[in-house]
């Protein structure tokens, strides 16, 4: 069975800080990994994915993401927030199969 | 990229009306489609996985004959909610996916659904 879980329901920066958010995934099999971003009233947009290439998965808006086997991690970074950065963050594990496991959710809040 | 649209964005209806909503992916072919609710400041919660040409499958706790589920085509897939009352008031988001397993989701832009 897959799980993930992301650590922080709500994370706070300033604009120009880098951003960090954490997820940890659990999994039987090498995992699919993902990461959606969500504005408010809309659907899931893709930042990035990994699927079993490079380690360090680079994504758009400037966004990032290193898969850690070892740590079962795939934590999202950004090295210098803007305003538009504010919103949901959802980081998701697939087991090569039909289901895509999503975790909580991190808002996002960016301070001018 | 690949596009996925969902039809209406926003549906404000009586209780006992039944309501369609249309996912269509634009520009790929959607062997998968998935149904999502999502519930104010919490995460997806699918309901059900639907392949072209079969059966959906529903998650368990969720109400096939109140949510019918139709993958007619490629391209297309609805879901119907059946004689809505206001506890079936949520934001629904279907997403699509083609080809391989490792291919990620893609979602359309979710219908509010609002049953007075």
């Known amino acids: 069975a897959q799980s993930v879980t992301q650590l922080g329901s709500h994370v706070s920066v300033s604009e120009g800080a880098l951003v960090l958010l954490r997820c940890n995934y659990s999994s039987s099999v090498p995992p699919y990994l993902f990461w959606y971003v969500q504005y408010p009233n809309q659907g899931l947009q893709l930042l990035l994915k990994y699927t079993s290439a490079a380690t360090l998965v680079k994504g758009i808006n400037g966004f990032e993401a290193e898969f850690k086997k070892s740590e079962t991690s795939f934590h999202l970074t950004k090295p210098s927030a803007h305003m538009s950065d504010a919103a949901e963050y959802f980081c998701?594990?697939?087991?090569?199969?039909?289901?895509?496991?999503f975790g909580a959710g991190t808002r996002l809040f960016v301070k001018a | 990229g690949a596009v996925v649209s969902q039809h209406p964005s926003r549906v404000i209806c009586k209780s006992g009306t039944s309501v369609k909503i249309e996912c269509r992916s634009l520009d790929f072919q959607a062997t998968t489609m998935f149904w999502y609710r999502q519930f104010p400041k919490q995460s997806l919660m699918l309901m059900a996985t639907s392949n072209e040409g079969s059966k959906a499958t529903y998650e368990q706790g969720v109400e096939k004959d109140k949510f019918l589920i139709n993958h007619a085509s490629l391209t297309l897939s609805t879901l119907t909610v059946t004689s809505a009352h206001p506890e079936d008031s949520s934001f629904y988001i279907c997403s699509a996916r083609g080809g391989q397993t490792n291919q990620p989701q893609h979602f359309g832009d979710g219908t509010r659904l609002s049953i007075l």
């Open positions: 998701a594990v697939s087991d090569q199969g039909f289901k895509t496991i």
